[in-house]
């Protein structure tokens, strides 16, 4: 009689990259926690009041700088978003770049 192999023949199976639960069936059936949902409602009734407080403290004259920009900076992130970040790229003495594509087949 033999012995059996270490995994008796049987693999284990990864479930699909980007999608592990079968069509209908939820990652999470419980839902969100209710708790995280009375955070987010409390914090949401103070806005009023932590928007006036930041347009005070960015019209304050005797308020540190640091302060005062950092109060009108987030006013202005909620008001009309956070400011894209653009980057330029250019080649040497800012000539634009080339793009050089090689495919690679394997043979047949």
């Given at each position: ?15 699909p ?36 407080a930041l ?6 004259a005797?308020a540190?700088e ?8 987030a ?6 978003g ?27």
């Amino acid at each position: 009689m033999t012995e059996p192999t270490a995994n008796s023949g049987k693999q284990r199976r990864k479930p699909p990259a980007g999608k592990p639960f079968q069509k209908g069936q939820s990652g999470n059936p419980s839902g969100r926690p209710k708790a995280l949902k009375e955070v987010v409602e409390l914090a949401r009734s103070h806005t009023i009041t932590a928007i006036e407080a930041l347009a005070q403290i960015a019209g304050k004259a005797t308020a540190p700088e640091s302060a005062r920009v950092s109060a009108a900076n987030a006013l202005l992130d909620r008001a009309w978003g956070k400011a894209k970040e653009t980057v330029e790229i250019s080649g040497q003495d800012g000539a634009p770049l080339g793009l050089v594509v090689t495919v690679v087949r394997p043979s047949e």
